[in-house]
């Protein structure tokens, strides 16, 4: 009995110190790892978060870029951090799909990461050079069967969405269409609009101004429903091709063993943050479709993007160095 009643004194001691921790979180500044270069949406989007939660609870969250390793670097640093919610890694679709394109990777993002939140989403669009003689989905794929060798997509970066759902879309329909790898979206839009890439996929913020101005015809973009700031592009789905759905993803996760009320901190306060007018619309602008979702359901999320990407990492047998 004695010892029974030492081990419960012990675990209420542990749960109050949980709880007393979590009621005094945080009591220092805090370390906001975005494992890319500042400027691009991750960054952007992590800044925004940073800002509000900054002014909310009176200790600044510092925003530190590690562009490195396709993002594999600064998700190593989150890894190997104190599970004490002061240190939090933003992260975008390369973290899930990484894993199945780098023959080594120093994190596994279901065994080393708890998942706080999907902040917001953007959806990939396929887009061409005006000229190229198809309006539509299904006339671009008539066309590329016709010719086949002689059109070619610019993408991203190697294992980036929009690389893997041109993958998708040319193995879906056993199209001849070569791809060209850019390093960033404005490289690959900038040859799409010269005319050297004819077709283009990529995520929607870097070329939705570029469609609207008709310096690129934007075919579809890749999501269950159409993008609020380009009403007029069709989905896949309704441009009769199912099944191609493909987004880019802004999250929040971090140390696996981080405290629950850490967590569940961060993830109420981010949805707060995400349903204020101002970030919404802002979100909005960027081309992003505010999520905030439990973590939870962003957990089921990773692991179902982890096992759709890798299918496709697979069958087109796609490798990083």
Known sequence: MTTLFRGLVVLLALAYAGNAAAQVYPSHPIRMIVPFAAGGPTDVIARIVAQKLSETWGQQIYIENVPSGGGNAGAAMVAKAPPDGYTILVVSTGFIVNPSIYAKVPYDPIKDFA????????????????????????????????????????????GSTPHLAGELFRLKFGLDLVMVPFNGAALAINSTMGGHTPVAFTALPPAMANIKDGKLRGLAVLSLKRAAVLPEVPTMAEAGVPDQESDTLTGVVVPIGTPKEIIDRWNSEIVRVVASPDVKRRLQDLGFEPVADAPEHFGARIKTEIAKWAKVVHDANIKAD
């Open 115 to 158: 998942p706080v939140t999907l902040v917001a989403s953007s959806p990939n669009v396929l887009s061409v050079h005006p000229e190229v003689p198809a309006r539509s989905v299904r006339e671009l794929i008539d066309l590329v069967k016709a010719n086949p060798g002689k059109f070619s997509f610019a993408q991203p970066g190697t």
